[in-house]
């Protein structure tokens, strides 16, 4: 059985900075591109970043400030999230993409991942 399961979120004052973990289990992790998205109050699911055996790619909402990335022999994948805004408050989702090639076009489309972990919280606020 495949799964994710997401970690680290939080409450942090804006300007602060968080780390999110995700493990996955029930294949090998390596074999695929992954990535995070995040679910706003009242929105969709909107791609943040993925990672593949070539690059990382993010969303330019985060270029700069957040940093994707991964441990293979352990399985989990991490978000590093610097300089936060009230803005990406969100719940943060890790994914695993569909397909076992590489298309950074079609990372950034939500529906092109066939499992989503149930999402870690992440809360900027003072």
């Known amino acids: 059985q495949k799964q994710l399961v997401e970690s680290g979120g939080g409450l942090v004052q804006p300007g602060g900075s968080l780390t999110l973990s995700c493990t996955a289990s029930?294949?090998?992790?390596?074999?695929?591109?992954m990535g995070w998205a995040r679910q706003r109050p009242g929105k969709g699911l909107e791609w943040v970043a993925s990672i593949d055996h070539s690059g990382t790619y993010y969303a330019d909402s985060v270029k700069g400030r957040f940093i994707i990335s991964r441990d293979n022999a352990k399985s989990t994948q991490y978000l590093e999230m610097n300089s936060l805004r009230p803005g990406d408050t969100a719940l943060y989702l890790c994914?695993?993409?569909?397909?076992?090639?590489?298309?950074?076009?079609?990372?950034?489309?939500?529906?092109?991942?066939?499992?989503w972990g149930q999402g870690t919280q992440v809360t900027v606020s003072s």
């Open positions: 994914g695993k993409f569909a397909r076992r090639d590489s298309d950074n076009i079609a990372f950034k489309i939500t529906t092109n991942y066939d499992y």
């Open positions: 029930g294949f090998t992790s390596s074999d695929y591109a």
